[in-house]
Each structure stands twice: as C-alpha cells, then as structure tokens.
C-alpha cells in the first residue's frame, strides 16, 4: 500500500478505511482496466506487477510504465470524476490490488484533508518519472536505457537475484526504453553477449544483476 497515501491517517481509522478498499487479484495477462473505462477508483498495487498501455493515433498498442508494489493506478480519476482511463493496465504477473472507489476517497480527503497533498505527491512523482524517461530516450544510449529499465521492474518484486526472470517481450522492452524494435534487438543481443541477461521467448531473465546495475549506470 502507497504509505504516503495514509501518513497522516492515525488508527484505528487507517485500517478501518485500508479495509474500505476491495482486494483484488490478478493472474499474469488479466486485464486490470481498459483504456476509455470511467475512472472512479484508485488501485492500489500491493503485490505483483503490472503494465500500461496506451493506443497510438494509427491504432497500436504502446507500453509506457510498469507500476509494482507500493505504487498507484488510476490517479486521474480521483481529481476528475467525469475522467475516462487514458491506458490499459494489464498484469505481468499475480497480483493483488485494493480498489478505492471515489466516495470513500471523498470521505477520507474530508476527514483528513492533508490527503490531498499525499495524492499531488503521487502524481508528481509519476509525472517526474516519465519525464526522465521521457529525457533519458533523447539523450541516454539504447543499451543504458534498457538495462535501467529492466533493473527498475526486476526491483519491484524481491531482491535482484541471478535467475530473476521478467514477462517483458522485446516490444515491451523496446517501448519501455523509447527505441525501435530493431535497435532494442540489437542492444539486448549486446547486453546478453556480456552475460549480463538471458533472452528466453516472451520474458528476458537476469543472469548477472551486478554486472547489470553497472551497464545501467545507476548506483548501487
């Protein structure tokens, strides 16, 4: 559950209103929500992953973000009610969400109006994680990109171990990483020379995390 949602929420209230929003699971390729559904509720992702799609103008389908544990779906919709979901989220693996419809976020906003912040929080931290992603497709290297986004989504399930395995297509992975589906072929092909990952059909597993975090670039 997103902890800042419920900082400023004291018991017995906050389970009292944790308990308000329906669990929900998801097998791997169930459909969380389609794009156009009317978006009234907030889901809460407290275990699994999932992914978001979103139709281009010549009708195809495009992954933009992988959400996981602890993070949040459906922002939108609790800021402006007559909202239409704007992706289609789909399970990448089993997954178990809360759902909070909008009248009980409506009465946890006026019985603790600092919830409000918590929610410009939430949307500011996703806004700023597309645009670095939107930054880094300018201005980072393919492979570089790949591995970041790779290393990101392995990370929302448990430790980075070798043998970690990812339902991530080589199209997912290309849209995640802002290239061309031939380009990301190529780089994966690089990545998986170095004996960092393992290409296995549909999914790409983690053979060396370590050496991995290093081709990406971020700090470990």
Known sequence: ??????????????????????PRRFSAGDVVF?????????YLVARGRAIVRSTTSEGDSVAFDVVGPGEVLGLLGMVRPEHRRTATVVALDD???R???LPVFDELRRRYPSCERALAILMADHVERLSQQLLEAHYVPVAQRIARRVMRVAAMADEVAPGTVLPLTQQDVADLA?????????A???LEATGSIRLQ???LE????????SQSELPR
Request: proline share 8%.
């Open 206 to 213: 983690i053979v060396d995390p370590v050496l991995l975090a």
């Open 188 to 190: 994966l092909k690089k």
């Open 178 to 186: 802002g290239a061309a589906r031939p380009t990301t072929n190529q």
């Open 34 to 42: 389609n794009e156009g559904d009317q978006g009234d509720s907030l």
């Open 95 to 97: 997954c178990t969400m």
């Open 201 to 203: 059909r549909g999914q």
């Open 99 to 101: 759902v909070m419809t």
């Open 1 to 22: 559950m997103p902890a800042v949602l419920f900082a400023s929420v004291p018991e017995p209230d906050r389970t009292r209103f944790i308990k308000a929003c329906e």
